[in-house]
């Protein structure tokens, strides 16, 4: 696959989204916390595409590149994936993808995530869903989410938890100092949540259509 730094746009290394007028929303909350669930409610109402991180990265590893060892390894430690290769996924699906206007479930992670995320697209969020939900909720729910997944066990996940309260967090604060976060109560049920979630996307002061 090729990196971020062969991208088509060498010169300044910057991504053929700077071309495109793409509105980009992120989704954060720790691991369990309903991203995925409410994403696909927002698809439903207000016509994004939902764009996972996570299921970007898996399907990646699945589809026998030559990053999928290291992809594996990672999400098995529930480390974060270089900033580059997560990047250009997400790239390369909102270059392919009609739409103008994408969910980014998962991502950032990382201060490096943000950075280079900006730098590479030259693409700030319109604002930040965060779903705020306690530990002891998100391992009921990720214990008995049943997907299959390689992570969705009792030790990876106690070390995706570390990870998102020394990592991920930073990325909220960060956004939460420009004004930029919608903080959600995700601990109630799935649609009382989606009830405060369409609030934050029918405010007055943001470009979103209601479908
Ligand atoms: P995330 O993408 O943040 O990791 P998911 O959306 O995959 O979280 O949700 C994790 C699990 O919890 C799924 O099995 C999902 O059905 C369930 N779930 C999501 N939101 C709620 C909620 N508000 N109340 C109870 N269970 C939920
Ligand atoms: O968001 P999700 O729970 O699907 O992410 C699963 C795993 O994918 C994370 O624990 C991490 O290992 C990897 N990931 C990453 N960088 C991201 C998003 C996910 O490394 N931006
Ligand atoms: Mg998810």
Redesign the pocket.
């Known amino acids: 696959m090729a990196t971020v730094v062969d991208s088509p746009n060498k010169e300044a290394n910057k991504s053929a989204l700077a071309n495109k007028k793409v509105t980009i929303v992120f989704v954060l909350g720790g691991?369990?916390s309903g991203?995925?669930t409410q994403c696909g409610y927002i698809v439903q109402h207000f016509g994004y595409t939902h764009l996972?991180?996570?299921?970007?990265?898996?399907e990646e590893m699945k589809s026998g590149s030559e990053n999928g060892f290291v992809?594996k390894d990672?999400?098995?430690?529930?480390?974060?994936?270089?900033?580059e290769?997560?990047i250009k996924l997400l790239e390369q699906a909102m270059l392919e993808n009609r739409n103008d206007k994408f969910l980014i479930?998962?991502?950032?992670?990382?201060e490096e995530?943000r950075a280079a995320f900006e730098a590479f697209t030259g693409i700030e969020p319109e604002f930040v869903l965060f779903f705020e939900c306690s530990e002891e909720e998100m391992q009921k729910r990720l214990l008995s989410r049943n997907q299959g997944?390689e992570?969705d066990n009792i030790e990876?996940i106690k070390?995706?938890f570390k990870?998102f309260m020394e990592s991920s967090l930073p990325v909220i604060e960060h956004y939460e100092a420009k004004g930029k976060v919608r903080k959600i109560d995700a601990a109630r049920p799935i649609l009382e949540v989606f009830e405060a979630v369409k609030a934050c996307f029918t405010r007055g002061d943001i470009k979103v259509n209601q479908l």
């Open positions: 691991p369990g991203k995925g996972s991180a996570g299921d970007l990265l898996r992809i990672m999400i098995k430690e529930g480390k974060i994936v270089p900033s290769l997560t479930d998962g991502f950032p992670r990382n995530n997944r992570d990876t070390k995706r990870v």
